[in-house]
DNA sequence: TAGTGGTCTAGACCACGGA
DNA sequence: CCGTGGTCTAGACCACTAG
């Protein structure tokens, strides 16, 4: 009864005079190996992973801990906890996620749902600049698509996608344009890559011509930069997004807590 | 409500009893009942808040209890935990609280303190809008305040700042300008009003000649409109603020989680 | 050493959803 | 009805900070 799995085991007693704090409580540790389960696809996106008591029988730890560990995954929005039904793993066909990664909502703050139609896909070679924030090498193959959004029929974001094409074997036109859905749907059902955080720097740039016209705007119109570099579960980079926003009649939305 | 107090297992169930209806735990009570205190000022923003044990004994709740309240209001930024010294009040004194509300970063994503110019001071009357984001009514009394925040001495920010007169009695024009530090961080201490969250709507618009002049760029340069509402621990919008910010050499930083 | 928050456990019971 | 997550308690012990 006791002895079992107390601090002991997996913490590390004292004695670190200087290294890096070395120490991580266990219920972090089971958060990584949730992490590392959803990584290797052991429970896909829209699925339930098993219940808190399980867990804690499969971790030797308790249903406390397990449940601490879990906590931190649905505040990160990596797993989604439904009261009465099980603990499931989120996927991008869920409104709420989709929108976290969107956030474009019409001036009366609505959020509208838009139609995407995909402009071209080839495949190209990763820029030094690529190369670096994707953890790739210089040359490394991409994946390159360019996609128009519009909201009731009005082109609002052109977003140009690089993507590692070692992760997105086999991604193309076709492919693209047979989805019906987000593109991180395809993306988690389709090639078990799951988008779990983004970050984004916006600025305001004049729009060029050809982004001018795919928008329907005069050349040097004001328009939203969004340099987005998206993340999976281990925190790796997969995803480099770059996109034009219009604003007169839908803006990004942001909330700051 | 009368159905939460029966849950018999508790040793003390008669401790608690609050009136508004709906259901809810008692650690959101807890944490509501907290949250009450902040805003009738029996802690200061920087003090530190009574123990969890002290808590818990003048709740009449376990600590546990206490401290998934705590757990909600930390999660929140309201309040901010340091073991081994206790559980103190954010204050916009602290960078990491600051940087939530200026998210404009270097090129390189270095947080850039920068210096802060007063431009105006004066009264105005709240506009139909203005009034309803406030929850004031038309006509009522706000301060209106313009300033310019720049970076390494290049003008970055416009702001233009409308806050409610009854909460800011006596902000003038001297105070503004005798104050060094945040904006937030007079508020607080001056004037007990702590901004706790905003919600940002975000767009490229041509800046007008105006602000082109504070920024020192062209008339039709694109910049980023920031418009904000800020609220205070009830939920309650005490701020609007109009922002106006270059792009070229500092960006909005976004993280999507 | 004393006091704080942080972790972990064990057990009881509540609220919800579905068979 | 059962199984799920959600709440609450009680107690032991760990990690950190300060005097």
Chains 1, 2 share one sequence.
């Not at 193309?172 to 955080?197: C, D, H, T």
Request: glycine fraction near 8%; charged fraction near 25%; charge should be positive.
């Amino acid at each position: 009864m006791e002895g079992r799995m107390t601090s002991g085991t997996f913490s590390k007693p004292a004695a670190r005079r200087d290294g890096p704090a070395a120490f991580s409580p266990l219920y972090r540790q089971i958060r990584d190996l949730l992490v590392q389960a959803l990584d290797q696809g052991e429970w896909k996106p829209g699925e339930s992973i098993p219940s808190e008591i399980d867990l804690a029988a499969r971790f030797q730890v308790s249903q406390g801990t397990v449940r601490k560990a879990i906590d931190e995954l649905a505040a990160e929005h990596i797993l989604i906890r439904r009261q009465g039904k099980g603990t499931f793993v989120a996927t991008h066909q869920e409104a709420l996620v989709r929108f976290r990664f969107l956030r474009l909502v019409s001036q009366g703050g609505e959020l509208v749902p838009g139609h995407s139609e995909i402009l071209a896909c080839r495949k190209v070679r990763a820029s030094a600049e690529m190369a670096r924030e994707l953890g790739l090498h210089p040359g490394d193959g991409l994946v390159y698509i360019r996609r128009l959004l519009s909201f009731k029929g009005k082109p609002t974001v052109v977003d140009d996608i690089y993507l590692p094409a070692s992760l997105f074997k086999g991604l193309n036109l076709q492919i693209l344009k047979e989805n019906e859905g987000p593109l991180y749907w395809l993306f988690e059902a389709r090639f078990g890559v799951s988008m779990v955080r983004a970050d984004e720097k916006i600025r305001a740039v004049a729009a060029c011509t050809e982004i001018g016209q795919l928008l329907g705007v005069e050349s040097g119109h004001p328009v939203l930069r969004v340099d987005r570099v998206s993340y999976t579960y281990g925190d790796r980079a997969v995803e480099l997004r770059y996109g034009h926003y219009v604003t007169e009649e839908y803006y990004y939305r942001n909330a700051l807590i």
